[in-house]
């Protein structure tokens, strides 16, 4: 490797829990999932999308589907099962995603009760 970085592996998906859930026809609730994180092109594509030409408001819709990788049994994610998710679980997912994908966005500085000591712990770990 160029940046001698071998052996560390890059963490690529996170798992989450919605706090609502997604109901199916079926009515099965699917409340865990994974989500990746996003390429240059997930940000991208969506862009030429009609529906987010027409609403630049759906690109979050479009742009989730493409990086929800797995929600309960439903593989793959669609921009019509994003749509139906509450708005509290649309708006964790967003948070998550940005929090994803910004650089050093998953970590979080915190202090040590006992001691004091302050560390950044990664939010996003499972």
Do not use: W
């Not at 199916?24 to 999308?49: F, I, K, N, Y």
Request: net charge negative; proline share 5%.
């Amino acid at each position: 490797m160029v940046d001698g970085d071998r052996g560390a592996a890059l963490q690529t998906e996170y798992a989450f829990s919605l706090p609502c859930g997604y109901e199916d026809e079926s009515g099965d609730l699917h409340r865990t999932g994974v989500m990746r994180m996003a390429t240059a092109l997930d940000e991208v594509q969506p862009l030429s999308d009609p529906r987010v030409q027409a609403n630049a408001a759906y690109v979050g819709i479009v742009l989730l589907s493409r990086v929800i990788t797995r929600l309960g049994s439903i593989k793959p994610v669609t921009p019509s099962i994003v749509e139906r998710l509450f708005a509290a679980d649309f708006a964790y997912l967003q948070k998550m995603y940005v929090q994803m994908n910004e650089v050093g966005g998953s970590l979080a500085e915190t202090q040590c009760p006992g001691c004091g000591s302050r560390f950044a712990v990664d939010v996003l770990a499972a």
